[in-house]
């Protein structure tokens, strides 16, 4: 949990550090792109930290990382947090009044997590973050995928989580106690933000996991595949594939690799060999074979002329001579 904390850490480390040199600046630099909510809550969260000086009983501490050491502050921490839920009607899970650093932040991840993305991804704050995560400094190089993917799960372990507390905010905090509809708008925003093929920051990054580890049966279900409206073109997960384009290109690599073995055979393929080849007795099986069975002898079968008898022919003849 605390590695995944300081993915959020250096996020907000990196959305301060633009925010700190303009909104321009930051786009000419690193080529990142703040919405008008997400600039306006960076904003208010400049203005707390001036007004901020010094640590409030009241923090969370995941925002701030702020960590109380005596037991005598504790015990102050304790007494004050009580005072406060006393003043809060019906408890919900946000009823411990936050530090309004805290909810500033808080309102800024949650406008990092609800937005949707176009063809450039990367001018996305989030997206830009995460994609410079896989970059290695040294050596220079790209971040290995298991530790890369890694950092994304934890981005998305705690994106989750924010998302779960802006959605049941007001909500209480028995789950018994949680009406239907708090519940039916929860899965409608869960659709709508948090899922693959919603074009936003979330789905943006499932896909990547989806390269990374494999993911994409866990997380995204079955690839989605359509046809165009003028059956002229495939949707396979919200990429189009034009069919005249890659039949064009998979009789390019035919040509090629006719050419290839053409120069291994010295000439010949063309004229003898491939006229000898019967492609209609090829098939593609994904079932898996057994030990000690090639691919040839699944297909040929019984056809197959066995090898030993004549690897003893060649050694009796080695010894003979």
């Known amino acids: 949990m605390t590695k995944y904390r300081s993915v959020g850490h250096r996020y907000l480390s990196f959305c301060w ?35 901020d000086t010094f640590p409030s009983s009241r923090d969370s501490g995941f925002c701030s990382g702020r960590n109380v050491d005596t037991d005598d502050e504790e015990e102050d921490e304790d007494e004050e947090v009580g005072e406060c839920e006393e003043e809060i009607d019906d408890g919900g899970i946000s009823s411990p009044v936050h ?48 530790l890369y993917t890694g950092m994304l799960a934890g981005r998305l372990w705690w ?87 890659f039949t064009r290109t998979l009789r390019g690599q035919v040509t090629e690799a006719h050419k290839m073995l053409d120069r291994l055979f010295g000439g010949s393929w063309q004229q003898n060999v491939n006229g000898m080849i019967d492609m209609g007795r090829i098939s593609d099986s994904m079932v898996r074979l057994g030990a000690k069975q090639t691919t040839i002898q699944h297909i040929i079968g019984s056809k197959a002329r066995p090898v030993e008898p004549v690897t003893r022919q060649r050694d009796d003849q080695v010894r003979l001579s």
Not at 164 to 193: I, M, R
Request: include cysteine.
């Open 17 to 51: 550090r633009s925010y700190r040199i303009g909104r321009e600046e930051a786009f000419r630099r690193w080529a990142v792109q703040f919405t008008d909510e997400q600039w306006s809550l960076l904003h208010d969260v400049d203005e707390e930290l001036e007004g």
């Open 99 to 146: 530090n309004a650093l805290d909810r500033a932040i808080f309102r800024f991840i949650v406008s990092s997590i609800k937005t949707e993305v176009g063809g450039n991804a990367y001018t996305n704050p989030l997206l830009c973050f995460c994609a410079a995560l896989g970059i290695r400094q040294r050596p220079l190089g790209y971040t290995e995928p298991h």
């Open 159 to 245: 994106a989750r989580l924010f998302f779960l507390e802006d959605a049941f905010e007001d909500e209480p905090q028995d789950q018994d106690e949680v009406g239907v509809k708090a519940v039916l708008s929860f899965k409608e925003q869960h659709a709508a933000w948090m899922c693959v093929g919603s074009h936003t920051v979330i789905s943006t990054i499932i896909g990547w996991m989806a390269y990374g580890k494999g993911h994409r049966q866990k997380m995204g279900g079955q690839p989605s595949i359509r046809w165009a409206d003028d059956e002229e073109a495939l949707f396979h997960m919200g990429e189009e594939v034009n069919i005249e384009k």
